[in-house]
């Protein structure tokens, strides 16, 4: 290839129009919306060739077949404040709905509404202040602390970062590092560990108080004092929020307002812990096979106690709106490591054996 046809693709690319923008005459979603709400929603991931570039289709067969349809008809609300689970097999189809909150994609067919409003109508923008994503892999830049921290509300005072890490159990972390908030974490800097990580995650979710939290509870297992830090710092974000989360804890689905139990693409049933366990249907399965064998630790059945304490005291309203006008959208996972768990597992055990190695070496 010359260099002269890959400069061409270049300006391609820069060309394409990005999948999801804002409509012409898109408002800002109201401060403090947090009702989440899916209306008989219908959703295909795009097919190869809605996603290509012309000049790779004369080298490259592409598939034309549209792709298949991954969710059907799901239609559910999830109240301000309420906690909803998301239950199901691998595959089912609960990432995909997830992701449709902060619209990483728009629905197919009908409408995915926040605070009310349908979240094409609405600027992205605002629409991702108001949604905190934290997913299983927390991703944080090759920076300081503070940097990292900052990035989720620039005009945050260094009394607030601490509160928020000190919320998120990683205050006594940091005070511990000669540097403090200036040490520099990531490969060539401090490497924080798996909790470590998530917590400093959860302290900027924290500072960027959205009104709706999408959590993808982690999988990879901590050893239990992390753990346990991890369960509390998540109650303590949760409380207060509409929460939608994909349920990988015993405890959450046991505090859960509601579960939804997803099967290829469907709800195909909803209700609270011990009213699907008696129905004796998919959930008591998945319950016997992914929740039943947790041991029940301290720190999971903090989990409920922390988030019904958090409610108790009336603290429901974690809008800042001034705060949440600057704030960016860094909650929201970076699209190159959105494709499977598989490659996060992966891409977890590498770095535990570089780890290794480097303690070895
Ligand atoms: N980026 C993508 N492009 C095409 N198909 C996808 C994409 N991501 C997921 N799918 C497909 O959509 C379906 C639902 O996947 P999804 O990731 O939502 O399931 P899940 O319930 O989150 O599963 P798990 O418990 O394994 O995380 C699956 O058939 C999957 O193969
Ligand atoms: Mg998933």
Known sequence: ????????????VLDLPPAISDRPGAVDLPPGSSMIEFDDVGFRYPAADEVSLASLESVAVLDKRPSEAVLH???????????????GPSGAGKTTISQLVPRMYDAVS?????????VRDITLRSLRDAVG???????????????????????ATQEQMWAAMDAAQIGAVVRALPDGLDTVVGDRGYRLSGGEKQR?????????EPSIVVLDEATAHLDSESEAAVQQALATALAGRTSLVIAHRLSTVRDADRILVVEDGRLVDSGRHTELLARGGLYAELYRTQFETQFETRGESRFGEVRGQ????GRVEPTNSAAMAD?????????ENRDTDRGEAERDRAERDDTKAATVG
């Open 110 to 118: 009908g409408a995915v509404r926040v605070g009310g409003h349908d």
């Open 133 to 155: 994503v934290v997913t299983q892999d927390a991703h944080l830049f090759h920076d300081t602390i503070r940097a990292n921290l900052a990035y989720a509300r620039p005009e």
């Open 327 to 335: 704030a960016r959208d860094q909650d929201v996972v970076d699209t």
């Open 73 to 87: 008809h799901v239609s559910f609300r999830a109240e301000p404040g309420e906690l909803v689970a998301l239950v």
């Open 1 to 12: 290839m010359t260099a002269l046809v890959s400069f061409e693709r270049v300006f391609e």
């Open 200 to 208: 400093l995650a959860i302290a900027r979710l924290l500072l960027k």
């Open 310 to 313: 958090a409610l108790d005291a």
